[in-house]
């Protein structure tokens, strides 16, 4: 199985500032058929998770365009710009490459400092 | 509206029984694959299982299979999780979800516990 590992697990965010966060894969998530199916998944207090970002850099409808994923292969990053308010919950990356099974990363608690 | 809405989650004795339900609407549901996510309190996501569009093919994580059963009706728009022989870490919020991860339901609650 693909073990995700994400970095930082908690993120303390000053309001307007940038935030980054980090995934890992135990291998290369680029598929036969030349795409990496890597996803981006916000879950906010007391909510299910939304989908941001899939294949690595697309936005999902609705994301504000402070949200932006990028990497290769293995590594890869989500980035919020300048964090809001509204931005503070869990964070998780997903494999959909190497199934099954789907696997996702430990997940990152952003907090407002 | 897109929209996955599940049922059926409840308090079970362990070993007993329990089959959850996820009806859809707003989009064609015989068109897509299904999934289940569930999430311990207080812990990640966790891949469960899958049904194909047509329901010709399913897959489960090592955790659950022979335990829990995936189907679907198409005609019903309703894909449906029976799960057996449940353990105290079956005990979860239950997500369905549409393949792609793009929409998911609110969620069913599954607590197993004497």
């Known amino acids: 199985d693909v073990v995700m590992t994400q970095s930082p697990l908690s993120l303390p965010v000053t309001l307007g500032q940038p935030a980054s966060i980090s995934c890992r894969s135990s291998?290369?998530?680029?598929?036969?058929?030349?795409?990496?199916?890597l996803n981006w998944f916000q879950q906010r207090p007391g909510q299910s998770p939304r989908r941001l970002i899939y294949?690595?850099?697309n936005r999902d409808s609705g994301v504000p365009d402070r949200f932006s994923g990028s990497g290769s292969g293995t590594d890869f990053t989500l980035k919020i710009s300048r964090v809001e308010a509204e931005d503070v919950g869990i964070y998780y990356c997903?494999?959909?490459?190497?199934?099954?099974?789907?696997?996702f990363g430990q997940g990152t608690k952003v907090e407002i400092k | 509206e897109v929209q996955l809405v599940e049922s059926g989650g409840g308090l079970v004795q362990p070993g007993g029984s329990l089959r959850l339900s996820c009806a859809a609407s707003?989009?064609?549901?015989?068109?897509?694959?299904i999934l289940w996510v569930r999430q311990a309190p207080g812990k990640g996501l966790v891949w469960v299982s899958r049904?194909?569009?047509?329901?010709?093919?399913?897959y489960y994580a090592d955790s659950v299979k022979g335990r829990f059963t995936i189907s679907r009706d198409n005609a019903k728009n309703t894909m449906y999780l029976q799960m057996n022989s449940l353990r105290a870490e079956d005990t979860a919020m239950y997500y369905c979800?549409?393949?792609?991860?793009?929409?998911w339901g609110q969620g069913t609650m599954v607590t197993v516990s004497s």
């Open positions: 979800i549409r393949g792609g991860f793009d929409i």
């Open positions: 997903m494999q959909g490459t190497h199934w099954p099974p789907w696997t």
């Open positions: 291998q290369s998530l680029v598929s036969g058929d030349g795409n990496t199916y």
């Open positions: 049904i194909d569009s047509d329901g010709s093919s399913t």
């Open positions: 294949r690595v850099s």
């Open positions: 707003g989009f064609t549901f015989s068109s897509f694959n």
